[in-house]
């Protein structure tokens, strides 16, 4: 069965996602400026969201030292529930979940940090 982005609005606004974040964010891409630690349970899925935040210009440092104040941190991408609890020396850098890049490439606007926002740590 072949998909139709035609005859399902949700394909569609998938489909047309690449071009529209294009067009949106110019040449430099959603996440141009941005250094993010990524930290998922699924090794797959980890290469993947990696892939997908360099792609967008965003930069990915592994935070092996939790001690260091890793000052240059935009942010924390966590996808599990388990990873509430990070002992991040700078607490200024936000836990978000990771759907949230997932919303940046989809929506027309950029959407709010808040509302993805992880427990507190």
């Not at 966590?78 to 490439?105: C, F, G, M, W």
Request: hydrophobic letters at 30%.
């Amino acid at each position: 069965m072949r998909l139709n982005p035609e005859s399902d609005p949700e394909l569609a606004k998938l489909a047309s996602s690449a071009r529209r974040c294009r067009l949106r964010y110019n040449t430099e891409g959603p996440f141009h400026g941005w250094t993010a630690s990524i930290l998922s349970n699924h090794p797959r899925r980890l290469e993947c969201y990696e892939r997908l935040f360099k792609a967008g210009g965003g930069r990915v440092i592994n935070i092996t030292d939790y001690r260091r104040r890793h000052d240059d941190l935009t942010f924390i991408l966590v996808d599990s529930p388990e990873q509430t609890h990070i002992p991040l020396k700078n607490p200024a850098v936000p836990l978000l979940r990771i759907n949230y890049i997932h919303n940046v490439v989809l929506e027309d606007e950029k959407p709010d940090q808040n509302l993805y926002k992880s427990k507190t740590r």
